[in-house]
């Protein structure tokens, strides 16, 4: 409860915690982050005058709220209606139809053929404008070849209003089975953490999906992004490295049907190997994690998006075990709400350039007769020059006694 409450007070006051000394450090660098947890990217793009005014575009109505589509369609439908029967009155108007002795009730007698049967006013027209519009045929009201230039307007009709509902037919479907929807059913663990294996230092950040479906043929991918600056003195700014991320021996995809921990492994080619827990502090850079697959049931690639910036990367922990397996029930059962719990596991206490120097000086003292002082520090660049002038004689030394 105490290190929850700590963690707690350093992400209100953008305090960090350092694992280095088990001190709060204050971080001076915060990072603008560019992609939320939540994985929308925080880039606007600002449009043209002219496509501000495009209210009614695909892209805008598939992505808006159900309310702002449902009134959007509202709109154009009332518009349509309104519209073609304004169409249809001026004809039945011009047509003389609307004069009293061509009314229904006396055409029959007065063997008069109107434009369209049972018109008596505009209310008439509009109701024949949204019969004609969803061909609902209630059997009353119909056009007579008697005015072309009805013909004429009620077939542009059909057409303009086949076409409107096929059009909402497809944004309707399109955002009930957009991937969207499908990506909030997958998750990130809020924290990433730094911890060794197999003799190496890995960053790894925990994926589950909450939802029965399975993701096919899931790929994990992250990207380092940090501002530069080139030999040259032009600040690149926002630069990617892409980060190999694997989980076990699955480097190109997984079966996602469980929480699974995706790590990377820091070598001498990952943007992560010369930063120590107390570069954390002040680096400033984002790591921005993605994960994409196929959803099984409808088919539609899906991706879901979250960053974490160096306050929110644990140096020396790692997340517990979610599955436990039932004997009641026989079958694996999964807790997630451990999904973001970690633990704490000895790590060295430095980067990964420095603990392999320190690793290969051990080594080529094991073939020397010198003894070397050496002491881990925080980064690669505190190795004394001494210190380095006698690894180079330990190399030296060995390489001689294999000569001979």
């Known amino acids: 409860m105490e290190s929850e409450s700590i963690k707690n007070e350093a992400r209100n006051k953008n305090w960090y915690y350092s694992a280095l000394a088990f001190i709060r450090v204050r971080s001076k660098n915060i990072h603008n982050r560019i992609i939320d947890k939540d994985g929308v990217c925080k880039i606007m793009n600002p449009l043209p005058t002219t496509h501000k005014l495009r209210i009614f575009r695909?892209?805008?109505l598939v992505d808006s709220s159900w309310t702002y589509t449902l009134v959007a369609f509202l709109a154009v439908l009332f518009a349509s209606w309104f519209s073609f029967a304004v169409f249809y009155f001026l004809i039945c108007f011009?047509?003389?139809d609307l004069e009293p002795e061509h009314l229904p009730e006396f055409q029959k007698k007065n063997n008069y053929k109107p434009c369209i049967y049972d018109i008596r006013n505009f209310a008439s027209c509009f109701l024949f404008s949204m019969e004609a519009q969803h061909t609902?045929?209630?059997?009353?009201?119909?056009?007579?070849?008697?005015?072309?230039e009805a013909i004429f307007v009620n077939s542009m009709h059909c057409i303009i209003g086949f076409i409107m509902q096929g059009f909402m037919a497809a944004i309707i479907f399109s955002k009930m089975t957009k991937p969207r929807l499908r990506?909030?059913?997958?998750?990130?663990?809020?924290?990433a953490v730094i911890f060794p294996r197999n003799g190496k230092l890995c960053f790894g950040f925990r994926v589950g999906d909450i939802r029965t479906g399975y993701i096919i043929q899931a790929t994990v991918r992250a990207f380092f992004i940090k501002?530069?600056?080139?030999?040259?003195?032009?600040?690149?700014?926002?630069?990617?490295?892409?980060?190999?991320?694997?989980?076990?021996?699955?480097?190109?995809?997984?079966?996602?049907?469980?929480?699974?921990?995706m790590?990377?492994?820091?070598?001498?080619?990952?943007?992560l190997y010369y930063i120590s827990p107390s570069d954390l502090c002040q680096q400033r850079f984002e790591i921005m994690v993605i994960i994409e697959g196929v959803d099984e049931n409808t088919g539609q690639v899906t991706q879901a998006r979250s960053s974490y910036l160096p306050n929110e990367i644990i140096w020396g922990s790692t997340f517990v075990s979610l599955i436990n397996y039932d004997d009641l029930r026989e079958e694996y059962q999964v807790d997630f709400s451990k999904f973001d719990t970690?633990?704490?596991?000895?790590?060295p206490l430095c980067s990964a350039a420095y603990r392999e120097e320190y690793t290969g000086m051990q080594k080529a003292r094991l073939h020397s007769h010198l003894k070397l002082n050496f002491t881990p520090r925080q980064s690669i660049g505190e190795i004394p020059l001494q210190t380095i002038s006698k690894l180079q004689a330990c190399?030296?030394?060995?390489?001689?006694?294999?000569?001979?």
């Open 227 to 261: 501002s530069i600056r080139t030999d040259e003195g032009e600040k690149l700014h926002h630069t990617q490295a892409e980060i190999k991320m694997q989980t076990d021996d699955c480097v190109n995809s997984f079966f996602f049907n469980w929480p699974t921990v």
């Open 342 to 347: 970690f633990v704490p596991i000895s790590t």
């Open 395 to 404: 190399i030296n030394i060995s390489d001689s006694r294999d000569v001979d």
């Open 94 to 96: 011009t047509h003389g």
């Open 136 to 148: 609902l045929g209630y059997g009353i009201k119909a056009p007579t070849d008697q005015c072309p």
């Open 263 to 271: 790590y990377h492994v820091i070598d001498d080619t990952s943007p």
């Open 183 to 191: 990506s909030k059913t997958l998750l990130f663990s809020k924290y």
């Open 58 to 60: 695909y892209s805008k």
